[in-house]
């Protein structure tokens, strides 16, 4: 095995786990020695992975990217009291809520994403908040009224954006607006751009199952190559990863229902819902996104993880994406134009 940076996107804590491959002893030194810094920042791992000969030193590089990922938090998490969203979940049923212009943006990219896959990808999907418990000591199916009723909460659809006034609105009490699944994949394109900006072209960030790989990675040692990131096997352990993709300046954003689940008669409820029934969706076991938008790869792996392999036209009709996917009986299905992909096994039954 060559020492290309070898980096496997988990989908579970800690998402990524960047290993630098040892080098031969005769290799000259070609190029870099990577380092990784972490911390923890909007409810997972962040990791900063970059050469430590590079324009910007290791430390100042994941400040940069910490700080990015701190500032996202503020204005679009749905769990800080202070933050725009906060205010504006608090607003439903109300008047329209004053948001800033990045908070607007990315609630019309969700939009617009709940639009072109039908509903499998709804930022309105947080008034299913605390209707599933899976950190319960007895977790089990929530109950079919209270469900109901919350589930009517969630359309996507009905979510008001005045961009000229600069303000949001949720028409209905009950309605929330939780941006978990592009949120992080919008700061990981933050970041990135605010790292190139800084004269970084080769550095690896990872975050909440996704990653995010710039330019090439340099090796100490070797000529330059691809990144190279690995899948996990749904129904494998955590270091097993049945197949593998190289690329460059792109995100890969794994969804999967291994991340958060019980187990209950035999079967397995986990928390990518599918917000046609409240239930969790069982399309698939796993699926991933590859693009250059990191935020576009975030959503589409859950949009992929309700769909399943019908999914697929969805990532056919948008070019330069491409998309994975781990059916419920652990078939594997691909995009026309995932040619990179190495299977390494097949994934357990």
């Known amino acids: 095995m060559s020492a290309l940076l070898l980096l496997f996107a988990c989908g579970t804590l800690p998402e990524t786990l960047p290993e630098t491959l040892p080098e031969e002893p005769s290799a000259p030194s070609v190029g870099h020695r990577y380092v990784t810094l972490s911390e923890e920042l909007m409810g997972t791992r962040v990791d900063v992975t970059v050469p430590g000969g590079g324009a910007l030193a290791p430390d100042e590089a994941a400040a940069v990217v910490f700080e990015v990922f701190r ?8 769990w800080r009291d202070g933050s725009s969203l906060t205010a504006v979940n608090r607003g439903a049923g109300g008047p329209p809520v004053p948001a800033p212009p990045q908070l607007i943006g990315l609630i019309q990219q969700g939009l617009a994403l709940g639009e072109s896959s039908g509903g499998a990808f ?7 908040w605390g209707v599933w418990d899976f950190k319960a000591e007895h977790p089990r199916p929530p109950d079919p009224a209270l469900l109901a009723a919350k589930l009517s909460k969630v359309d996507y659809r009905k979510v008001e954006v005045d961009e000229a006034a600069g303000t949001l609105r949720l028409p209905e009490e009950g309605m929330l607006i939780g941006l978990g699944g592009i949120a992080k994949g919008h700061a990981l394109d ?46 494998g352990e955590v270091d097993d990863f049945f197949a593998s993709v190289e690329v460059i300046d792109a995100s890969v954003a794994t969804s999967g229902d291994y991340e958060r689940y019980f187990m209950l008669d035999g079967v397995r409820y986990h928390h990518v819902l599918d917000l046609r029934t409240g239930q969790p969706a069982r399309a698939a076991r796993s699926a991933t996104v590859i ?16 769909l399943g392999t019908d999914g697929l036209a ?16 652990g078939g594997v299905y691909r995009s026309s134009g995932l040619e990179d992909l190495v299977l390494r096994h097949a994934p357990a039954p």
């Open 291 to 306: 693009s250059a938008d990191a935020a576009l790869a975030d959503a589409l792996s859950t949009a992929l993880m309700v």
């Open 122 to 128: 709804d930022i309105t999907w947080a008034a299913l």
């Open 190 to 235: 933050l970041a990135g751009e605010a790292l190139r900006a800084r004269g970084l072209d080769s550095f690896n960030l990872s975050a909440g199952g996704q990653v995010l790989a710039a330019g090439q990675a340099h090796p100490a040692g070797e000529a330059p190559r691809p990144w190279r990131v690995g899948v996990r096997d749904p129904r």
């Open 314 to 329: 969805l990532i056919e009709a948008r070019p330069g994406v491409e998309g994975l996917v781990v059916d419920d009986r």
């Open 71 to 78: 500032e996202v938090d503020s204005w679009a998490s749905e």
